[in-house]
T-cell receptor, first 113, second 111 residues
Framework: EADIYQTPRYLVIGTGKKITLECSQT?????MYWYQQDPGMELHLIHY???????EKGDLSSESTVSRIRTEHFPLTLESARPSHTSQYLC????????????FGQGTRLTVV | GEDVEQSLFLSVREGDSSVINCTYT??????LYWYKQEPGAGLQLLTY?????DMKQDQRLTVLLNKKDKHLSLRIADTQTGDSAIYFC???????????FGKGTRLSVIA
């Protein structure tokens, strides 16, 4: 059973608000990821980190930012939410090494009205 | 970069076998993964195959890998209604990079 947690599970907020989506894992994994999932199912990598103080942008351009101050914590922040940010956000982690599987959290479904 | 392709929909009758197909482009992929996503949930690893294997079987699941054609398939024997979900094929661009996912195949099982 993977120990990776995302909060909140569901969030409805107004346009222009600042929000932070939380992701924590208790497995000591160095690598962590944020994926954005379309209503049509496709997953897009938006941010990843290979360790503390390391963050990289993914394939899909995103207005969000991330930080990695502690190994177990990888929060994602939107400074000013817009309706186009409405989506499902999935956090994942994996141990170091080649070909290691990714463990996923349950996701945060964000709706910006 | 890596491109992973899947058919989007599959409908089968309960008790039949399901076969979900996937193609990928990067021949240096070391591991290839199958994930399952149930409604409202995150992704759960179902199985994986190492690139030097042709086949892997795990209870009702059989994974076949054709490296020459860069084709991966997942067969689910005796498909049940609880198998209804979205199935994602995934591969890293190279050994230590984030996984690239296909668009997912939505499996519907008809009782």
């Amino acid at each position: 059973e993977a120990d990776i947690y995302q909060t909140p599970r569901y969030l409805v907020i107004g346009t222009g608000k600042k929000i932070t989506l939380e992701c924590s894992q208790t497995m000591g994994h160095d690598k962590m990821y944020w994926y954005q999932q379309d209503p049509g199912m496709e997953l897009h990598l938006i941010h990843y980190s290979y360790g503390v103080n390391s963050t990289e942008k993914g394939d899909l351009s995103s207005e969000s930012t991330v930080s990695r101050i502690r190994t177990e914590h990888f929060p994602l922040t939107l400074e000013s939410a817009r309706p186009s940010h409405t989506s499902q956000y999935l956090c994942a982690s994996s141990p170091s090494g080649t070909g290691t599987e990714a463990f996923f959290g349950q996701g945060t479904r964000l709706t910006v009205v | 970069g890596e491109d992973v392709e899947q058919s989007l929909f599959l409908s089968v009758r309960e008790g039949d076998s399901s076969v979900i197909n996937c193609t990928y482009t990067d021949s240096s992929s070391t591991y290839l993964y199958w994930y399952k996503q149930e409604p409202g949930a995150g992704l759960q690893l179902l199985t994986y195959i190492f690139s030097n294997m042709d086949m892997k079987q795990d209870q009702r699941l059989t994974v076949l890998l054709n490296k020459k054609d860069k084709h991966l398939s997942l067969r689910i024997a005796d498909t049940q209604t609880g198998d209804s979900a979205i199935y994602f094929c995934a591969s890293p661009v190279s050994g230590n990079t984030p996984l690239v996912f296909g668009k997912g195949t939505r499996l519907s099982v008809i009782a």
